[in-house]
Structure formats: structure tokens, C-alpha cells
């Protein structure tokens, strides 16, 4: 839709009414006006925008208005999807897609969790569902809440208690892999809360991915010889002068 077209769908609507996990915008005429009209409505959804050709000031005043990012045509539908990630990363503020709980790593990418480096095989609604009580980390997140983070731009009519059930099947999933660890704790009248145990330290993820490189033999390539770099004599003899203003 053209840029009309737009005020008038936004017409009234504030972040409440329009509730998207992103925005992306095209050739509406005008991308900086339509940027801003967005943020002054409060849409808080992030705005990628997509532009025919390459230019400093445009893209500049695009980001300055509020938009999140600014993508010269073509482009894939990955690279969209990995920028987005980044994206809603930063507003958690999240250094990555790996949110470490405890003995358990849920990944915001689409991965399969892991327990101690062991992946644990979710379906895809156990896995969008635990993604956004790891986004929640330690905070009561309500059913309404993930019922519309996972079913709400879907166009489904799931039943009424489906995310119970989801809940109890991630809930004997992580219990199984974990031996017992409880992570998923229902707070009565409020949702749900995701927390590691008290016993269950977090792996050293740095030390897990050397040992799986080791396992897979990366590390027993051949090694390289170290050739040093050579230094032109005469950058070795030049003196070293004090520039003074």
C-alpha cells in the first residue's frame, strides 16, 4: 500500500492495536515519513526498510526517523530473518541467540535447545513457547502473553488449554534431560516462570564448544608452520618524529 494507505490502516491504532513482531517497508513513496508516522503512533514493532540503491543521507535520515535497519534490494528472506533476531536480541538485551539457564541453553534461532551440550529434541510449538519464557528469564510471564506470542498472527483457534499442555510436556522433557530439574514454576492466578533450580550451575559454554571441536577433530588438522611477517629494512631504519601542533 501506498503511503495514504498506510495513515489511514494506523489511523487511530497505537502499539496496542498493531501488535507485529516487525514491520518491513517497501516503496510506499516517501520510507522516512512513513518511519516516522509509525513511532509517532507508538508502534513499537521492529521497522526494517528496504530501498533500491545504496545512499548514505537516505539511509541515515530512514534510522534517524525510526527505523531499525535499512536494507538495499534484493534481499533474501535469511538474511531479513537474521537481522530481526538481532533485533528483538537487543531489545531483551541479549549479547547473543543462546540464553544459558542453569544447566540448559535455549537457542532464539530456531536450534534445538541443549542440556550440557546434549540437544534436546522440541516440536515447534514446544520451542516457541520456550523461547519466550527464556526471554522472560525469571519473570511471570502470562499465559495470554505466550498464547499470543506463538498463536497470534498464525490465524489458528487453538483449544483453551493448549498451553498447559505444551507446558507440561516441555516441563517432562527438561525434567527427563536434566534429572530432575524443575524449571518451568507456575505461579497460581499469574503464569508461568522460568528459572533454573538452585542446584543446577550454568555450563561453561566456552570449554563445551572446545571439547565438541576436539570431538570432531578440528583440532587435529595439520597444523600450519608460523611463517613471521617480513619487515621492509627500510621501514626498520626509518626514525620516529614527534609532530607537535
Given at each position: 500500500m501506498d503511503l495514504n494507505g498506510l495513515r489511514d490502516l494506523v489511523g487511530g491504532n497505537g502499539s496496542v492495536d498493531i501488535a507485529h513482531d516487525a514491520i518491513i517497508i517497501g516503496d510506499v513513496g516517501d520510507t522516512e515519513a512513513c518511519v516516522a508516522m509509525l513511532r509517532a503512533r507508538n508502534v513499537t514493532a521492529a521497522i526494517i526498510c528496504l530501498i533500491e540503491r545504496r545512499c548514505a543521507n537516505t539511509t541515515?535520515?530512514?534510522?534517524?526517523?525510526?527505523?531499525?535497519?535499512?536494507?538495499?534490494?534484493?534481499?533474501?528472506?535469511?538474511?531479513?530473518?537474521?537481522?530481526?533476531?538481532?533485533?528483538?536480541?537487543?531489545?531483551?538485551?541479549?549479547?547473543?541467540?543462546?540464553?544459558?539457564?542453569?544447566?540448559?541453553?535455549?537457542?532464539?534461532?530456531?536450534?534445538?535447545p541443549e542440556v550440557d551440550g546434549e540437544r534436546l529434541r522440541l516440536s515447534q510449538r514446544e520451542h516457541a513457547i520456550l523461547s519466550v519464557l527464556a526471554l522472560n528469564h525469571r519473570r511471570v510471564v502470562s499465559k495470554e502473553h505466550i498464547y499470543e506470542e506463538v498463536y497470534g498472527l498464525s490465524g489458528s483457534d487453538p483449544l483453551d488449554k493448549v498451553i498447559d499442555v505444551y507446558i507440561c510436556k516441555l516441563r517432562k522433557k527438561i525434567d527427563t534431560a536434566t534429572g530432575g530439574g524443575r524449571y518451568i514454576e507456575t505461579v497460581y492466578g499469574r503464569g508461568y516462570k522460568f528459572e533454573a533450580p538452585p542446584d543446577h550451575v550454568a555450563p561453561d559454554r566456552a570449554q563445551l564448544m572446545l571439547d565438541r571441536w576436539s570431538n570432531a577433530g578440528a583440532l587435529a588438522a595439520p597444523r600450519v608452520p608460523f611463517i613471521p611477517p617480513v619487515v621492509p629494512r627500510a621501514a626498520v631504519r626509518a626514525p620516529i618524529r614527534a609532530v607537535g601542533r
Open positions: 541515515a535520515g530512514i534510522l534517524r526517523a525510526g527505523a531499525d535497519d535499512v536494507l538495499v534490494k534484493p534481499v533474501i528472506s535469511t538474511e531479513i530473518r537474521a537481522r530481526l533476531e538481532a533485533i528483538r536480541r537487543r531489545s531483551y538485551g541479549l549479547t547473543s541467540n543462546a540464553v544459558t539457564v542453569g544447566r540448559l541453553t535455549v537457542f532464539l534461532d530456531g536450534r534445538d
